[in-house]
């Protein structure tokens, strides 16, 4: 999964989580500000079309913008595209252990096999975000659940409570020049 031969120094780390979250953050803000404008604008049938169509495509451009690799995941994906890959799927249960026993979470940074830098941050789930990622019958509603379900049949993405660990941001830096 990681890199054992190189290292990065402690300055390094710090300098990628800094890096790292004014990513994230920049992206996340980019992904909630267009979607709080279509739910404004056409209500939860045009968010979730928004999702669907197009938060991969400004991830990407995001991930242009930085020239880095941006990825949201979760052990519970509603996106296919969005499936963790191996290191990510780790960093998640990790997450998720260290949530469970109600210890901080923390953004971290590891190398990969290639000796790339590798920014793992968690995303907590907002009260906001409960219309469409809550319990089914409470704050999810049956027809919301099925404008989801006609886009993403597969979805695991619901059951969440406010604080809940949703998934990470998985942010992929080129190699360190040396």
Same mark, same amino acid.
Not at 40 to 67: H, L, R
Not at 145 to 156: E, Q
């Given at each position: 999964?990681?890199?054992?031969?190189?290292?990065?120094?402690?300055?390094?780390? !710090?300098?990628?989580?800094?890096?790292?979250?004014?990513?994230?953050?920049?992206?996340?803000?980019?992904?909630?500000?267009?979607? %709080?404008?279509?739910?404004?604008?056409?209500?939860?049938?045009?968010?979730?079309?928004?999702?669907?169509?197009?938060?991969?495509?400004?991830?990407?451009? %995001?991930?242009?913008?930085? =020239?880095?690799?941006?990825?949201?995941?979760?052990?519970?994906?509603? +996106?296919?595209?969005?499936?963790?890959?191996? +290191?990510?799927?780790?960093?998640?249960?990790?997450? =998720? !252990?260290?949530?469970?026993?109600?210890?901080?979470?923390?953004?971290?940074?590891?190398?990969?096999? =290639?000796?790339?830098?590798?920014?793992?941050?968690?995303?907590?789930?907002?009260?906001?975000?409960?219309?469409?990622?809550?319990?089914? *019958?409470?704050?999810?509603?049956?027809?919301? =659940?099925?404008?989801?379900?006609?886009?993403?049949?597969?979805?695991?993405?619901? *059951?969440?409570?406010?604080?809940?660990?949703?998934?990470?941001?998985?942010?992929?830096?080129?190699?360190?020049?040396?």
């Amino acid at each position: 999964l990681y890199s054992c031969n190189t290292t990065l120094s402690e300055k390094e780390v !710090a300098a990628y989580k800094e890096k790292g979250l004014t990513i994230s953050k920049s992206t996340g803000k980019e992904l909630s500000g267009i979607l %709080m404008t279509k739910m404004k604008e056409g209500g939860i049938s045009q968010a979730i079309t928004f999702c669907n169509v197009t938060a991969i495509p400004i991830t990407q451009q %995001m991930s242009e913008n930085y =020239d880095v690799t941006i990825k949201r995941t979760s052990l519970k994906t509603r +996106n296919p595209l969005n499936a963790p890959a191996e +290191n990510e799927r780790f960093i998640l249960k990790e997450f =998720d !252990a260290v949530k469970r026993n109600g210890l901080p979470l923390e953004s971290k940074v590891l190398l990969d096999v =290639d000796g790339n830098p590798h920014y793992y941050a968690p995303i907590f789930v907002e009260k906001k975000c409960l219309i469409c990622h809550g319990t089914l *019958g409470k704050e999810l509603s049956k027809t919301t =659940d099925s404008i989801i379900k006609s886009h993403y049949p597969n979805d695991l993405a619901i *059951g969440f409570k406010e604080g809940d660990l949703r998934g990470i941001w998985s942010i992929s830096f080129a190699k360190p020049k040396s």
